[in-house]
């Protein structure tokens, strides 16, 4: 317990200097040298699963064993997993579909979001709004009127109004960006979602199997992966954990996108 309890510590240190959006984590992180490793999985805490008497059998195969009764995620599995959903997310973004990502726990929000802007994709760290998937043409319809507004106010068309009218315009529109400003661009339904919490965004994954969308998730010991099409077996409780993940999956997305575009070049010069 004394492990699980120094890496969650561990976490609440590197979260307590996590940046906030406008900090931008990801903005300057060296993808260049990053690379699947077992060595830095270990280091980031990403083997450390909860208590044993949390874990859910559905997860037994990815369990090493236990230490201090905590559960030890198996990171050889992991690696194996891991390369299976990158590879995964590479094709979807290859096809010119965005994959959605979806963290809204306390500690993920923020380098979810930050890893997302990055990616150039879509994102929801706050409340999963019912009906993002499954009814999407009301969403969408909000998200362009969101759009539009924002625009319009940017523009200075809205200056014909009293102030208290533009004000209570502003607000609307505050509280508009706030719970969906981070899918006010997603036009369609995405390719696939990347995961953070299993349990906590269970919703999203309820909505996403409906719609038949892919989920690729980071699956903890105390999971039921049952839904996620493309598991990886991780620590999702560490900041220090979760921003590896997400930097494997932004590198994923960022590297598609850029042969996309080398094969876009070599098609114009034929």
């Known amino acids: 317990?004394?492990?699980?309890?120094?890496?969650?510590?561990?976490?609440?240190?590197?979260?307590?200097?996590?940046?906030?959006?406008?900090?931008?984590?990801?903005?300057?992180?060296?993808?260049?040298?990053?690379?699947?490793?077992?060595?830095?999985?270990?280091?980031?805490?990403v083997h450390f699963g909860h208590h044993k008497s949390r874990k859910n059998p559905k997860m037994d195969e990815y369990i090493f064993g236990t230490k201090n009764a905590i559960s030890i995620i198996d990171l050889q599995k992991t690696a194996v997993k891991l390369k299976e959903a990158l590879a995964f997310i590479e094709k979807v973004v290859s096809e010119g579909q965005d994959v959605l990502f979806v963290g809204t726990k306390k500690q993920a929000k923020r380098i979810v979001e930050s890893a997302a802007r990055k990616a150039g994709m879509p994102f929801v760290v706050e409340r999963w709004l019912g009906g993002t998937f499954t009814n999407f043409g009301v969403i969408s319809k909000r998200a362009r009127y969101l759009r539009e507004s924002q625009e319009k106010m940017e523009k200075g068309e809205y200056g014909k109004y009293t102030k208290f009218e533009q004000m209570k315009i502003a607000e609307e529109l505050e509280r508009l960006e706030s719970k969906m400003g981070g899918i006010k661009n997603m036009t369609k339904l995405p390719g696939a979602i990347f995961v953070t919490g299993v349990i906590e965004d269970d919703l999203a994954i309820k909505e996403a199997k409906i719609k038949n969308i892919p989920v690729v998730a980071l699956a903890d010991s105390n999971v039921n992966p049952?839904?996620?099409?493309?598991?990886?077996?991780?620590?999702?409780?560490?900041?220090?954990?979760?921003?590896?993940?997400?930097?494997?999956?932004?590198?994923?997305?960022?590297?598609?996108?850029?042969?996309?575009?080398?094969?876009?070049?070599?098609?114009?010069?034929?």
Do not use: C, T
């Not at 990886?232 to 993940?245: F, H, Q, R, T, Y």
């Open 1 to 45: 317990m004394e492990e699980k309890k120094q890496a969650v510590e561990a976490a609440k240190s590197v979260g307590a200097a996590a940046p906030r959006v406008e900090e931008d984590y990801f903005s300057d992180f060296d993808f260049a040298k990053l690379e699947i490793s077992v060595e830095g999985m270990f280091k980031n805490g």
């Open 226 to 270: 049952s839904d996620v099409d493309y598991l990886i077996p991780a620590n999702e409780d560490a900041v220090s954990s979760l921003k590896l993940m997400l930097s494997y999956v932004v590198k994923a997305v960022l590297d598609s996108k850029e042969k996309a575009a080398k094969n876009v070049k070599a098609e114009e010069k034929k």
